[in-house]
């Protein structure tokens, strides 16, 4: 770890040895167009995947919850974890395939135009966060169902004697004592969301052009492609500046640390 | 299996007999049964279009079933069909050494699992029990590790391991997890913690020192926790992409998700072969799911506790 600080403060092409510049490439990444781009995928990534994965993972945590306990169907849900990111990519490469993909299939049956899912400027990025939202989903749900089985069922049987509705018992109790369980996993889906990677190197390797470059693509591409060590290493740098002020942030807005159920 | 609603207990007998058939229950079943289908159907068309002849399937792109029904995707991948008949279903024809993928992704995701279980319990032992100094200071430096992306750690992973004159050799990629991670020293810290000390002591009076107290005590008591440990070990190292893709890129060291990838783009005229890749991507899969149907039960509880405490 210590090294990698050292590292991005020198120019270390890959068959060399490490010369120190101090913080030369920190300079250079605040005036690289790429790494900014980079940086506004990998963030519209994050959204999208974050936003939607969340919103659904906690619905249907509430279903399973409401509805069965059957482990079958947690099972179920949780499949899509277990396999890698390469073959869920590659599947959802498959079923939304230009000319024969079953999604586009379906959409010209509907008469709707076909849409070149991982091809186009504006769908690239959804696609692939909607890739990983698949991937997610079941085992994000899992995670707020575990925290949905810590709140005491006499709160929600004092709830419904005081004649509050399902829905609003939603928001007035189970959301605000969900909170500091939520908050833990917000930090870690979006940790790990940042750090997005298998997926574009699978589907459009960073293309067309530069949609669908995030960041640790970019990290990937100058450190082992063009084998400029140093540079790679001061971006990862960065990134891992950006996790944390994000962590804490989190936290902190959340109040990760006390709950509600004194 | 049970449709009974959680919180009939409220008010036992009044509701019971409208809840179960309420417009809002009815809703949340039929959203509930829209999102298994989005779950799962993936995995039927992989099995669909891997029995499917790869040649065939532009003429019956939303058939449900296999078109022009076929094992020569399986047989592709698995390099027991001649080299005509592959090119014929639509297969690229170059050789896949699949089984060497195979072979090279057993020995990684083995080696680590063995290795970091076996290496972790005894330092989450030595973090929970022993009384050492700076104890404390050196487990607060692993929970902050824990939140280190990856990314960071394995550029200079990558140095360390070319220095090693490790790069791509399969001792290069298993390297760098083997001996611990911190997550696995967390999760068994906490379960040692609560064995009660009691055990120990009267083992200790018996005459047996810490080794032996590990050894013939902690460990058989604390199975549940280590297999739990062991599965979910082997399935993240088993889909590990990034950190294979940088140290294990050649012929001899690559494994099963980083084939797959080179898989995709050997692209014969246009068209990928998507039957062989779907048979790829089935067989690619099939050891974590076997693991996954015969610790099912393992493997959902502990999410709730790994991930959130």
Same mark, same amino acid.
């Given at each position: 770890?210590?090294?990698?600080?050292?590292? !991005?403060?020198?120019?270390?092409?890959?068959?060399?040895?490490?010369?120190?510049? =101090?913080?030369?490439?920190?300079?250079?990444?605040?005036?690289?167009? /790429?790494?900014?781009?980079?940086? =506004?995928?990998?963030?519209?990534?994050?959204?999208?995947?974050?936003?939607?994965?969340?919103?659904?993972?906690?619905?249907? #945590?509430?279903?399973?919850?409401? /509805?069965?306990?059957? $482990?079958?169907?947690?099972? #179920?849900?949780?499949?899509?974890?277990?396999?890698?990111?390469?073959?869920a990519a590659m599947v959802w490469f498959w079923l939304l395939d230009y000319q024969i993909g079953l999604v586009n299939q379906f959409l010209?049956?509907?008469?709707?135009?076909?849409?070149?899912?991982?091809?186009? !400027?504006?769908?690239?990025?959804?696609?692939?966060?909607?890739?990983?939202?698949?991937?997610?989903?079941?085992?994000?749900?899992?995670?707020?169902? #575990? =925290?949905?089985?810590?709140?005491?069922?006499? $709160?929600?049987?004092?709830?419904?004697?005081d004649g509050s509705s399902e829905w609003s018992s939603f928001w007035r109790m189970t959301m605000p004592l969900l909170r500091p369980v939520l908050a833990m996993i917000l930090v870690i889906t979006v940790t790990g969301s940042f750090q997005v990677f298998d997926t574009v190197a699978v589907t459009t390797r960073g293309g067309p052009v530069n949609i669908t470059r995030v960041l640790q693509y970019y990290i990937y591409q100058k450190g082992f492609a063009e084998g400029q060590f140093g540079y790679a290493s001061a971006i990862s740098v960065v990134l891992f500046l950006i996790l944390a002020v994000m962590a804490a942030l989190q936290l902190r807005l959340l109040r990760a640390g006390e709950s509600d159920l004194a | 299996?049970?449709?009974?609603?959680?919180?009939?207990?409220?008010?036992?007998?009044?509701?019971?007999?409208?809840?179960?058939?309420? @417009?809002?229950?009815?809703?949340?079943?039929?959203?509930?049964? +829209?999102?298994?289908?989005?779950?799962? *159907?993936?995995?039927?068309?992989?099995?669909?279009?891997?029995?499917?002849?790869?040649?065939?399937?532009?003429?019956?792109?939303?058939? @449900?079933?296999?078109?022009? *029904?076929?094992?020569?995707? *399986?047989?592709?991948?698995?390099? @027991?069909?001649?080299?005509?008949?592959?090119?014929?279903?639509?297969?690229?024809?170059?050789?896949?050494?699949?089984?060497?993928?195979?072979?090279?992704?057993?020995?990684?995701?083995?080696?680590?699992?063995?290795?970091?279980?076996? *290496?972790?319990?005894?330092?989450?032992? +030595?973090?929970?029990r022993l009384r050492w100094p700076g104890r404390n200071l050196v487990f607060g430096i692993f929970l902050g590790a824990l939140l280190v992306p990856p990314i960071f750690t394995s550029l200079p992973n990558f140095i360390l391991v070319k220095n090693l004159g490790l790069l791509n050799t399969l001792p290069g990629m298993i390297l760098p997890t083997f001996l611990m991670t911190p997550f696995a020293i967390f999760f068994l810290r906490q379960f040692f913690l609560g064995i009660s000390r009691e055990i120990e002591e009267s083992a200790a009076l018996d005459g047996a020192g810490p080794w032996r107290t590990f050894f013939r005590i902690i460990l058989p008591m604390s199975t549940a926790p280590v297999t739990t440990l062991a599965i979910l070990t082997f399935i993240a190292t088993w889909n590990d992409y990034f950190w294979p893709l940088l140290v294990g890129n050649t012929e001899q060291a690559r494994v099963l998700t980083v084939a797959l990838g080179v898989f995709r783009s050997q692209t014969p005229a246009g068209s990928p072969d998507w039957a062989g890749l779907m048979a790829a991507t089935l067989i690619a899969a099939a050891p974590v799911l076997v693991l996954f149907f015969a610790f099912a039960r393992k493997i959902i509880d502990s999410i709730g506790y790994s991930g959130v405490k």
């Open positions: 770890m210590i090294r990698g600080f050292y590292f !991005s403060m020198t120019q270390y092409n890959i068959l060399g040895t490490p010369k120190w510049i =101090g913080f030369d490439n920190f300079v250079r990444i605040g005036k690289d167009p /790429l790494f900014w781009n980079a940086l =506004g995928v990998t963030l519209e990534y994050v959204v999208l995947n974050i936003g939607f994965q969340t919103i659904i993972a906690i619905v249907l #945590a509430v279903m399973m919850q409401r /509805l069965t306990k059957s $482990v079958v169907l947690r099972g #179920a849900l949780l499949l899509p974890w277990l396999v890698s990111n390469v073959i010209a049956w509907t008469g709707a135009s076909k849409i070149a899912f991982f091809g186009d !400027s504006f769908w690239a990025i959804p696609t692939i966060a909607f890739v990983n939202v698949w991937r997610h989903m079941g085992y994000t749900a899992l995670l707020v169902f #575990a =925290g949905l089985q810590t709140i005491p069922k006499y $709160v929600y049987e004092a709830a419904s004697i | 299996m049970t449709t009974t609603p959680v919180r009939a207990s409220a008010t036992p007998q009044a509701r019971k007999h409208h809840r179960p058939v309420s @417009l809002g229950r009815i809703v949340a079943w039929v959203a509930m049964i +829209a999102f298994l289908i989005v779950t799962l *159907f993936p995995f039927y068309w992989m099995l669909r279009t891997a029995l499917s002849t790869t040649r065939s399937l532009p003429s019956a792109p939303g058939s @449900l079933l296999p078109v022009d *029904f076929t094992w020569g995707a *399986f047989e592709r991948v698995l390099g @027991l069909g001649s080299r005509a008949q592959a090119v014929a279903e639509g297969g690229s024809g170059a050789s896949v050494n699949f089984w060497l993928y195979l072979r090279n992704s057993v020995v990684y995701a083995g080696s680590v699992t063995i290795g970091q279980v076996f *290496f972790c319990a005894m330092a989450a032992y +030595a973090f929970a």
